[in-house]
């Protein structure tokens, strides 16, 4: 089984790569959740880019395709592998990246900055699924019941859920998922949740108070949990958004404050001579 500590770079590509190529300063790697589409955060990539730094947005294995059923069989080691070489191509272009993720594109967010010390410049972290409203996932009351109930229902169905229906436009995750693929993921946000304290680089977090998808407080147990220092930390809170953040009616704020917080990280860090905080 794959290590989430363990590091699989090859340096050597990318040192190659950075003698025949002049890289840029920083890139950007955005990270979709569990059962998205590339359409949740597809709305980030075009402000990102307006920066005129290079902008990664992979597909997880088992996502976008024409039936959900492409996840079944499908487990978080495969998403923490496409996380991963997503990254490694990035850092051909980029000396450092900036990873965005939302849901559970976060969490592999967090197990990037653990594993790529180095490389990570911070984090964005969208609706971190740390703990969610399922009675049945990690640290809720039924959770122990999960693996069994999985074994009697394949297939669980899922809301979009919008506090401003007129801003839907896309479709941004699949309309039901296999079970089995949902208990993956309940494995990797327990196998990540004793990893929190080995994150170190600035760290923002974006979440909706009137979430029903992943509980609010999962911003405050990450922002406890991370060793980042306190004034490289921040939560900033959006009042009437779901869990699709990018596709609901707060949309713009929520990229807006992105798109300043990438641009405060480029230009503080250059004034720095990139040393760091």
């Known amino acids: ?12 590509n990318v040192i190659m790569a950075g003698q025949h190529n002049e890289r840029n300063s920083y890139g950007v790697l955005i990270l979709h959740g569990f059962t998205a589409t590339l359409d949740s955060v597809a709305a980030l990539c075009a402000p990102l880019r307006d920066l005129g730094i290079p902008v990664s947005m ?9 039936s ?6 499908v487990g978080w080691e495969a998403w923490v592998a496409d996380a991963d070489k997503a990254l490694q191509k990035l850092m051909l272009e980029a000396e450092r990246v900036i ?3 939302h849901s559970m594109g976060a969490i592999l967010s967090l197990n990037l900055a ?13 609706a971190p699924a740390i703990k969610l409203v399922s ?3 990690p640290g809720r009351p039924l959770h122990f019941a999960a693996p069994f109930v999985s074994r009697v229902i394949r297939n669980w169905g899922l809301d979009s859920l919008y506090s401003g229906p007129q801003s839907v436009t896309s479709i941004p995750h699949y309309a039901w998922v296999p079970s089995d693929a949902i208990i993956s993921l309940f494995e990797l946000i327990n196998q990540s949740l004793p990893l929190l304290g080995l994150v170190t680089v600035p ?9 029903k998808t992943v509980l609010p407080e999962s911003a405050t147990i990450v922002y406890n949990r991370v060793a980042t220092e306190p004034s490289a930390k921040s939560i900033v809170w959006l009042e009437y958004s779901g869990h699709q953040i990018f596709c609901d009616c707060e949309k713009e704020k929520a990229i807006q404050t992105i798109i300043d917080y990438v641009s405060g990280r480029i230009g503080r860090n250059r004034e720095k001579g990139d040393a760091g905080y």
Request: hydrophobic share 50%; charged share 15%.
């Open 135 to 137: 009675v049945f996932a």
């Open 68 to 73: 959900p059923e492409a996840l079944r069989g």
């Open 203 to 211: 760290v923002m977090i974006l979440h909706c108070r009137q979430e």
């Open 1 to 12: 089984m794959l290590c989430l500590t363990e590091i699989h770079v090859d340096y050597w």
């Open 114 to 126: 653990i594993r790529y010390q180095g490389n990570i410049d911070s984090l964005v972290l969208a």
């Open 99 to 101: 990873v965005i993720g």
């Open 58 to 66: 992979p597909l997880l294995a088992g996502h976008g395709a024409s």
